[in-house]
Each structure stands twice: as structure tokens, then as C-alpha cells.
């Protein structure tokens, strides 16, 4: 009889609990700012903090704040270009404090010198290494953003970032090249 009483006065106090928590999510719910959703979909999403924030959204915020739209170097040129179109300013060239725009890279780990010490997996910010304690690590190159955080912590310096060549299965059009306007368009009868 007491265990009886005991489970239906936690069941009670459960409810009660759980539709006071539900009504205050409903009752204080806070908006997000959409200009800041939309900032954050143009950046590229490495998180790599070359910018200076921790991560994409953090910079988001800071430039719908209004601060500078040319810290992002794994954006490029294009990302600039499509920020200063979104926030209605003039287009800056990429600050160069913070890194400069160069081809894709990814990281490489030579696996024969790797110790399994797992500190590149902790430092990386998309997952994109897997391997466990003591076993050798790997890179999934689909997966890896190139942000270079994973070189420093090695203690054995066995990551190498290198340049991903685009290939037929790789390769990607860059719509920010394609002209403005209207393309005439020869028919033939």
C-alpha cells in the first residue's frame, strides 16, 4: 500500500512538474533573430575560428551587430560578396589578420606515425577524424572543412594539410563566376 502511494504521488508530482515546465517554454519562448539565421546559412559552417569567434554562429551575430563581413577565409571572396548583399554594404577584401583565401585543403594523417593519442578528434570541430585511443586515426576527407585545427595539438606532427585537387567527381560550379543578365541563346533550325 505505501509503495502504492508513494508511485502515485511521484506520477502527480511528475505531471504537475511537466505542465509547468511546458506552459513556461510556451509562455517565455524567445524569437530568434532571423537576419542572424540568415547570416549563418551564407557562411561556410567549418568552425574553425580563423575569424575570431568560436565558431559560424557567434560570428553571425557579431556581424548582424555590426562588425566586419571580410573576416571569414574559408568563405572567400564569395561569401564576402554574398554578406555584403544580404547586410546591403559594400563588398571589402578579406582582411588578411585572419588568414588568407587559398585552395581547399584537408587534413592528412600518416597513419604509420600515428600514436592514437586522440587530442586531433577533440580538436576537431565536424567530426571528421575517427579513431580510438592507442588505434591509428583517420581523416573523412568528404567530411573535412580544412580549418587546421587538428595540426597543432598533435604531439607527433604526423597531420599534413594538403591541397584537394578537384576532380570529375569532386568539382563543383562556382555560380558566383556565371554572368549577370541575359545570355543570348543562338538556335538552330
Not at 154 to 160: E, G, K, T
Request: aromatic share 4%.
Amino acid at each position: 500500500m505505501t509503495m502504492t502511494v508513494a508511485l502515485v504521488a511521484i506520477g502527480l508530482l511528475a505531471l504537475l512538474f511537466g505542465i509547468l515546465l511546458g506552459y513556461a517554454s510556451i509562455r517565455f519562448h524567445v524569437e530568434g533573430d532571423p537576419l542572424v539565421d540568415q547570416i549563418d546559412e551564407v557562411l561556410p559552417q567549418t568552425q574553425c575560428g580563423q575569424c575570431g569567434y568560436p565558431g559560424c554562429r557567434p560570428y553571425a551575430e557579431a556581424i548582424a551587430n555590426g562588425d566586419d563581413i571580410n573576416k571569414c577565409p574559408p568563405g572567400g571572396e564569395s561569401t564576402i560578396k554574398n554578406l555584403a548583399d544580404l547586410m546591403g554594404v559594400e563588398p571589402k577584401p578579406l582582411d588578411a589578420a585572419h588568414g588568407a583565401e587559398d585552395v581547399k585543403k584537408v587534413a592528412y594523417i600518416r597513419e604509420d606515425e600515428c600514436i592514437g593519442c586522440t587530442k586531433c578528434i577533440q580538436a576537431c570541430p565536424v567530426d571528421a577524424i575517427l579513431g580510438a585511443a592507442k588505434h591509428m586515426h583517420t581523416v573523412i576527407v568528404n567530411e573535412c572543412t580544412g580549418c587546421d585545427l587538428c595540426v597543432d595539438p598533435c604531439p607527433v606532427d604526423c597531420i599534413d594539410m594538403v591541397a584537394l585537387n578537384p576532380t570529375t567527381a569532386s568539382w563543383k560550379w562556382n555560380f558566383d563566376d556565371t554572368p549577370k543578365g541575359d545570355i543570348p541563346i543562338k538556335m538552330v533550325s
